[in-house]
């Protein structure tokens, strides 16, 4: 895989701010609390941060799943699902550079509030992790992830956020969707 651009200091000011409003955004959707919304056991990344195996050509992020433990319990009880939210980068600033209008925050919304549905659909069980990887269930999955995204964001007053939703709001999930910018 080629190495991709990195966000700037500023920009990742930008990324912060987004996926803090996401966060909110799903969590008041869901009518999570703050303790079921920790309890959810993920974090986000940048391309700066992401291991190899997370960094990938096309999609402007990705949810990948591990299994971890608390490293004071050895015990296989004290097992638990992360999900890690692996934007990357350089999709992302391509995609501000080819499509007029977007803009870093309300593009990095779009996409945080997108991938942490699909966060919260797994750990409540309305989608299991290893099935979404398969090619129709995928599609599904995507499919309902993209409409209860647009469903989250149709009320919310950002600028630049309408050419987003504008522009993906007409579109239908199909294979190849994330790179349609």
């Known amino acids: 895989m080629k190495e991709s651009r990195l966000f700037d200091q500023n920009q990742i000011k930008e990324v912060e701010e987004a996926v803090t409003l996401a966060e909110e ?6 009518k999570m609390s703050s303790g079921q919304w920790f309890k959810s056991r993920y974090d986000v990344r940048t391309a700066r941060d992401l291991a190899g195996h997370e960094r990938v050509d096309g999609p402007f992020a990705q949810v990948v799943g591990y299994e971890a433990r608390k490293k004071e319990n050895p015990f296989g009880s ?18 501000l550079e080819r499509r007029e209008g977007f803009l870093l925050f309300p593009f990095v919304l779009y996409v ?8 919260v659909r797994f750990t409540r069980f309305e989608q299991i992790y290893e099935a979404a990887t398969t090619p129709g269930a995928m599609m599904e999955e995507e499919r309902k992830v993209h409409g209860l995204t647009l469903k989250i964001l149709k009320g919310v007053r950002i600028d630049g956020l309408i050419a987003i939703l504008d522009y993906y709001g007409g579109r239908s999930v199909k294979s190849g969707f994330d790179k349609l910018v």
């Open 25 to 30: 955004l799903v969590s008041n959707h869901f």
């Open 112 to 119: 945080a509030v997108h991938e942490l549905i699909h966060i």
């Open 78 to 95: 004290s097992l638990f699902n992360f999900y890690r939210i692996c934007l990357q980068d350089g999709a992302i600033l391509g995609a």
